[in-house]
């Protein structure tokens, strides 16, 4: 089973509301990761988690903030976005954190992605 | 910056016939993973298959093969026996520079919609 989910599927939000985003795999997976994506362009990087705890942050504003509670759920927490916000969020999980060497356990699970509209 | 090269924006197949589609990427890394995903319209990024760089033969999952040329960091995907289902956008993902070891992250390609023709 290599199923990871996401929800909402969409979620519709003003400039001055908090709204999160939820991840979840139940793989053993250890590194867990935020990317967006916006219309007709490939996944860009947002945060890696590995062993639940933050280890990249590809310089994303503030009003985006990631939680990883469990080693089994990702979180990404947002707050006053701006329209430019909108895009799709996708998760991603793999079984290898990062550390040790390369290997198939480098292999990418995504979400379903929950699609953000900010008004 | 690093750069991940789709040539083709676009490409388009008859059902039942071949394609190809090309990349190219850079990399300092020796040993390392490549994988081409297929995004269709319903969003959700699926692996095709993956390739290990430090095999010498080129990875196949069924009807999807890969012609990997390492020396020359070129990574096509073929597709063969084309489906009306294989209509997506395909990514090609090498792995992400990374500073102070690697890490197996990925960076993706610009991507190259596919289509099929009935």
């Known amino acids: 089973d290599t199923e990871v989910t996401q929800t909402p599927k969409h979620l519709v939000m003003g400039m001055t509301n908090k709204k999160s985003l939820k991840c979840e795999q139940h793989m053993g997976h250890r590194a867990m990761y935020w990317y967006k994506q916006k219309a007709k362009k490939p996944p860009e990087l947002m945060f890696v988690?590995?062993?639940?705890?933050?280890?990249i942050n590809e310089s994303v504003p503030s009003r985006f903030s990631p939680e990883c509670p469990n080693s089994s759920l990702l979180n990404l927490h947002l707050h006053a976005l701006q329209p430019e916000d909108s895009a799709l969020y996708l998760c991603?999980?793999?079984?290898?954190?990062?550390?040790?060497?390369?290997?198939?356990?480098?292999?990418?699970?995504f979400g379903p992605g929950t699609r953000l509209t900010v008004l | 910056a690093q750069t991940v090269t789709q040539s083709q924006p676009e490409m388009s197949v008859q059902e039942a016939e071949t394609v190809t589609l090309s990349c190219t990427y850079d990399t300092s890394e020796s040993d390392y993973y490549l994988f081409w995903y297929k995004q269709p319209p319903s969003r959700q990024m699926i692996l095709v298959i993956r390739q290990e760089a430090y095999k010498q033969q080129n990875a196949t999952e069924n009807r999807f093969s890969v012609n990997f040329q390492k020396a020359a960091k070129s990574f096509s995907l073929k597709i063969s026996d084309s489906q009306l289902g294989d209509a997506a956008m395909y990514f090609c993902a090498p792995p992400r520079r990374n500073y102070g070891g690697s890490q197996g992250n990925l960076i993706f390609g610009k991507g190259t919609k596919l289509s099929v023709k009935p």
């Open positions: 988690y590995s062993y639940e705890k933050l280890s």
């Open positions: 991603a999980s793999r079984p290898r954190g990062l550390a040790g060497l390369t290997s198939s356990t480098d292999t990418q699970y």
